[in-house]
């Protein structure tokens, strides 16, 4: 089974802090994804990643970074937390889609921030 | 630009009875649809997807989707609701297959509440 794990459940930080969240998958997967769900509003993409050092923005990457130095870790910064990312932050991976088959996106149990 | 509707946030249903949750999509050319179902406190999990070949598809916990084309619809369905089945669940549509990995883009989520 695949297998996707993020480093907390849940964190408290203070407004201004620089915050990692770490996203670890174990099937080799290409690709990697860092969402967000608000009620309400879904899943929104933050950024994700296709391979190894590359990433591309998604639909709401203001106020975040991330980085992929290995093929299974990827992370989400916030440089400098603000009370409106606290939020439920859920990361996935998936092997790469191709012309003739897609693939579905594996989630792990994801992280609910709180920045005070 | 590719979009997903649910248009209930709620949808209650008594135990044994049949639910459907509903989905409609916007993409440029053929759809790639997907359905994910949410526990409390839990990530995402993968339930069907429909990328070709028969509308009906059929998925875990016997659930089964129709994929409409002239509706712009893939609503999730079961014959026999169990109280179990009390979740959060997501449509998410991707376009075909584009480069550089393959994003999703979900909606807004439905409630689903089985009760006895």
């Known amino acids: 089974d695949v297998k996707v794990t993020q480093s907390s459940r849940y964190l408290v930080k203070r407004t201004g802090e620089k915050v990692f969240l770490e996203c670890v998958q174990d099937m080799d997967h290409e690709n990697m994804f860092w969402y967000r769900q608000d009620p309400g509003l879904g899943l929104r993409l933050i950024y994700f990643?296709?391979?190894?050092?590359?990433?591309e923005k998604g639909d709401i990457p203001e106020g975040y970074s991330v980085s992929r130095e290995k093929k299974e870790r990827f992370s989400l910064i916030l440089e400098s937390a603000s009370t409106n990312q606290t939020s439920m932050y859920l990361c996935?991976?998936?092997?790469?889609?191709?012309?003739?088959?897609?693939?579905?996106?594996?989630f792990g149990p994801g992280t609910r921030l709180t920045v005070l | 630009a590719q979009s997903v509707a649910q248009p209930e946030d709620q949808v209650n249903v008594a135990e044994g009875n049949p639910l459907t949750v509903k989905c409609t999509y916007s993409?440029?050319?053929?759809?790639?649809l997907f359905w994910y179902v949410q526990y409390p406190n839990r990530g995402l999990q993968f339930l069907l997807k429909y990328i070709t070949g028969d509308n009906l598809v059929k998925g875990s916990y016997g659930f089964e989707a129709e994929f409409n084309k002239s509706q712009t619809s893939f609503h999730l369905k079961k014959p026999s609701a169990l109280v179990s089945d009390s979740a959060l669940y997501f449509c998410?549509?991707?376009?075909?297959?584009?480069?550089?990995?393959?994003?999703?883009?979900f909606g807004t989520g439905t409630q689903l509440k089985v009760e006895l």
């Open positions: 998410a549509v991707r376009a075909p297959f584009t480069g550089g990995g393959n994003k999703l883009t």
């Open positions: 996935a991976s998936s092997p790469p889609g191709t012309r003739t088959s897609t693939d579905t996106q594996y």
């Open positions: 990643s296709y391979d190894v050092k590359m990433k």
């Open positions: 993409v440029s050319g053929n759809p790639y």
